[in-house]
């Protein structure tokens, strides 16, 4: 298997060069050539996560036999579908260490980083969500140096200790700035120092391709017990999660429909009522690792739709504003006392949304507990935390406050 760009250089890639490089020489994102078809059926649970990501780690890669011991090391917690009602399901993306789906991703390409044993600096901005993730999946890896950048007052306490409380491989910067601040910061240093530097972004194919491996066990086990090809109703932001599992569907993996749950960023939901891609400021909403106003993932859907003209059917999205996010996280409380994050709350309130509800599984991306600021209120009753971010809270905070400006950046990456 090799990988292109999607601007259309026509070099090819190994998967291992993909991943080193994140973005392609050309400014694209690296897709692979084909989708190969995976002869699923006979495949138990552990044979279907390798022979997926071994799809696309060709014969002569480095990594050729390392799959298995990076995919057991990276997703060593469990990804359960559990059952809500008589016709829906929920896969639980967020028992990882920081309790959200990128666990599986940022672990996955920390470990293949590791296992290809080079020494490497990954260079991160981050308003939340990805910096935890990624500086959590790294901490295990010590040929790894990672250099994260948040703005100093945006994140929420929490979150800056996901950030800040790892070890000494990880140096945590907080900068006197903006978000935006830091993203302008990395993307100089970046031009700068390009051969030095990686990312970890999710835009990666090494975050891509090993969160198909959720959605093609869950297809197949749902298959099994149900006969039907199961509907997927994801919350989407950057489209990396909902390219995942498209991308699963058209190896032809059991995935039936697909329900594509946004907020109020609309850039996909009117995509599929116009026929037209329109990138858009992004607005803030309680579901706020989804306020994308500009997926970055949406260059590969369109690449893969004008490969495979089907790629795209049977889909739908919709828009779920913070008024039906709010409703929806009591409304499921009260009716199941279960407390659902508001990005999950995006699914569930499509599911209320579809006509004829066919057997779906909803994806739920995040654990409640890293949203309790919105969720006690709602619900009256405070979320206790998970045994992974009881961890994490216990830990002690190590960082730096920077000025927005290079060269204290440069000072600290020559160091
Ligand atoms: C990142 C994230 C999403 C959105 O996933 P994309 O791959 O960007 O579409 C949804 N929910 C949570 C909790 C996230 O962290």
């Not at 780690?57 to 579908?81: H, M, T, Y």
């Not at 409640?368 to 961890?391: E, R």
């Amino acid at each position: 298997m090799k990988f292109v760009s999607t601007r259309g250089d026509k070099k090819e890639w190994t998967f291992s060069e993909a991943l080193e490089q994140g973005l392609a020489p050309d400014g694209g994102l690296f897709v692979p050539q084909a989708l190969p078809q995976i002869s699923w059926k006979d495949l138990n649970q552990d044979e279907m996560a390798t022979c997926l990501v071994n799809a696309f780690v060709g014969a002569e890669d480095p990594l050729k036999n390392k799959v298995d011991s990076i995919i057991e090391r990276a997703i060593n917690f469990p990804l359960p579908v559990t059952q809500v009602s008589d016709k829906l399901s929920l896969l639980e993306l967020y028992h990882g260490p920081t309790a959200a789906f990128k666990d599986v991703g940022a672990r996955f390409l920390a470990q293949a980083y590791g296992a290809l044993g080079r020494e490497q600096t990954i260079l991160v901005a981050t308003s939340g969500d990805t910096g935890g993730a990624v500086a959590s999946a790294c901490d295990e890896v010590k040929s790894l140096r990672v250099l994260i950048l948040f703005p100093e007052n945006g994140v929420s306490q929490r979150q800056r200790k996901q950030l800040t409380c790892w070890g000494k491989n990880i140096t945590s910067l907080a900068v006197k700035g903006s978000f935006d601040d830091c993203q302008k910061l990395v993307k100089e240093t970046f031009a700068q120092y390009a051969k030095k530097l990686t990312s970890a972004n999710s835009i990666n194919i090494g975050r891509l391709v090993p969160q198909m491996i959720y959605y093609a066990k869950s297809a197949k086990a749902y298959f099994e017990e149900h006969g039907v090809a199961p509907h997927f109703i994801i919350p989407s932001g950057n489209m990396g999660n909902a390219l995942a599992c498209l991308m699963v569907r058209a190896m032809g993996l059991p995935v039936g429909r697909l329900t594509l749950s946004c907020n109020a960023n609309r850039p996909v939901v009117d995509y599929f009522s116009s026929g037209k891609f329109t990138p858009r400021p992004s607005v803030k909403t309680l579901a706020n690792a989804m306020d994308v106003g500009n997926p970055s993932n949406w260059e590969r859907v369109a690449w893969f739709v004008e490969h495979s003209g089907s790629f795209l059917d049977d889909v739908e999205a919709f828009s779920i504003e913070d008024e039906e996010i709010k409703h929806t996280i009591k409304n499921v409380w009260a009716a199941q006392q279960r407390m659902i994050c508001p990005h999950t709350a995006t699914a569930f309130a499509s599911w209320e949304r579809l006509h004829k509800p066919a057997h779906a599984i909803a994806v739920a991306t995040a654990h409640p507990a890293k949203f309790d600021d919105i969720i006690n209120p709602l619900i009256g009753q405070k979320v206790t935390l998970p045994d992974s971010l009881q961890k994490i809270d216990d830990l002690q905070e190590n960082y730096e406050v920077i000025d927005a400006s290079l060269e204290k950046l440069f000072a600290i990456l020559q160091q």
